[in-house]
Structure formats: structure tokens, C-alpha cells
T-cell receptor, first 109, second 114 residues
Framework: GEDVEQSLFLSVREGDSSVINCTYTDSSSTYLYWYKQEPGAGLQLLTYIFSNMDMKQDQRLTVLLNKKDKHLSLRIADTQTGDSAIYFCAESNDYKLSFGAGTTVTVRA | DTGVSQNPRHKITKRGQNVTFRCDPISEHNRLYWYRQTLGQGPEFLTYFQNEAQLEKSRLLSDRFSAERPKGSFSTLEIQRTEQGDSAMYLC????????????FGSGTRLTVV
């Protein structure tokens, strides 16, 4: 089946690193994604990782994948106020994405 | 290309009325997807098209819902006899088949059924 779970809330101080965690169940997932959603807006693809990789870095974003434990994390370095949003983890199998409920990240000054 | 475009952005309707939403995908994308997102949840898959063929429908898509993509370009999602439980954000996305790093979402249509 497809079940994606995330921590619901994260509060972080501006300038610190944020780490958002996610677990998934479908071991046949080919890609895993992180999307960002700001209030009233659609989903913005932040980054993705192919299932045969264990790490991907893209500017301030680092994705770690532990395929054995089916655990995915997103680290945002030097978190800014503009990073306040809901972050969704998603797994894919061919055409369909299965999303977690989202982690609300609040950046405080 | 302006990305995936959805209209209207907001729709308020009375219970029992029919509503129709439109999605214009990225022009070279042959796959088009519909998702529904309720408050506090992640998006849930409803259906997808490859060109004009509807290849998969979720069990969430009751008989009151119908989606079309007649010429393999834009798509419409119609909800008949709306219910309060249909209130949600309806998101459209598009991609090239086999290219899952290019799955792009629109801004969504927020439906409120009163």
C-alpha cells in the first residue's frame, strides 16, 4: 500500500537549519519528492531523489534517503522567513504521487 | 510557457448545483492529473490522462465526478449535484510520461459548497 507519514509541525529560528522527516511504505517507489505549499497556493516542487540514491544536495536543500528504513528527510540550511510554508513529502510509482499530510514550518525571528 | 493554469481560482456554489473546472497543462506534457486536497491534508490522487485517454480513476472519484480531456490538451473536471463534502482544493498537474521529475502542479481551484 501507499502510506506516507510526516511530523506535523516544526518551529525554527531564522538562520538555523530545519530538518523535516518522512516515512513511506511503498518499497517500489521510484522517485521521492519534497513539495512546498504557501497559503492559498498550489504545490511547488522543491527537489526530488531517485530511489537508488542516498543523498542529493541542491543549494540550501539536502535530501537524505534511507531506503532500508524507508525514511526520507529534507534539511534546509540557513532557514529564512520565506521558508515558512507547508512541506509535503511524496512517493511515486509510475504515474501517481502519494503525499503525506504535510509539515507546517514556522520560522521565528 | 506559463506553467499549469487552472480556472476558476475560487468557486462558491450551492449544494446540489453542478460545477466545472478547467485545467490547461504545460503544452508539451502528454500526461494530466487531477488531485483533491482537503484542509490539513496532502493532495489525494483522483484520475489521470495520457493524451486523451483516461487511464486510471481513484475510488475517491464517485459517479458524480467526471473528467475529460477531449483533444489531449486541456481537461475539465465536472462535479454534479455537489455536496458539502466536495469542498476542497482541486489541483491539476501535468508531466511527460516517464519523466517524473517534471510533475508540475497548477495553483488549484478552491471549491466551497454552501
Amino acid at each position: 500500500g501507499e502510506d506516507v507519514e510526516q511530523s506535523l509541525f516544526l518551529s525554527v529560528r531564522e538562520g538555523d537549519s530545519s530538518v523535516i522527516n518522512c516515512t513511506y511504505t511503498d518499497s517500489s517507489s521510484t522517485y521521492l519528492y519534497w513539495y512546498k505549499q504557501e497559503p492559498g497556493a498550489g504545490l511547488q516542487l522543491l527537489t526530488y531523489i531517485f530511489s537508488n540514491m542516498d543523498m542529493k544536495q541542491d543549494q540550501r536543500l539536502t535530501v537524505l534517503l534511507n531506503k532500508k528504513d524507508k525514511h526520507l528527510s529534507l534539511r534546509i540550511a540557513d532557514t529564512q522567513t520565506g521558508d515558512s510554508a507547508i512541506y509535503f513529502c511524496a512517493e511515486s510509482n509510475d504515474y501517481k504521487l502519494s503525499f503525506g499530510a504535510g509539515t507546517t514550518v514556522t520560522v521565528r525571528a | 510557457d506559463t506553467g499549469v493554469s487552472q480556472n476558476p481560482r475560487h468557486k462558491i456554489t450551492k449544494r446540489g448545483q453542478n460545477v466545472t473546472f478547467r485545467c490547461d497543462p504545460i503544452s508539451e506534457h502528454n500526461r494530466l492529473y487531477w488531485y483533491r486536497q482537503t484542509l490539513g491534508q496532502g493532495p489525494e490522487f483522483l484520475t489521470y490522462f495520457q493524451n486523451e485517454a483516461q487511464l486510471e480513476k481513484s475510488r475517491l472519484l464517485s459517479d458524480r465526478f467526471s473528467a475529460e480531456r477531449p483533444k489531449g490538451s486541456f481537461s475539465t473536471l465536472e462535479i454534479q449535484r455537489t455536496e458539502q463534502g466536495d469542498s476542497a482544493m482541486y489541483l491539476c498537474a501535468s508531466s511527460l510520461s516517464g519523466d517524473l521529475d517534471g510533475y508540475t502542479f497548477g495553483s488549484g481551484t478552491r471549491l466551497t459548497v454552501v
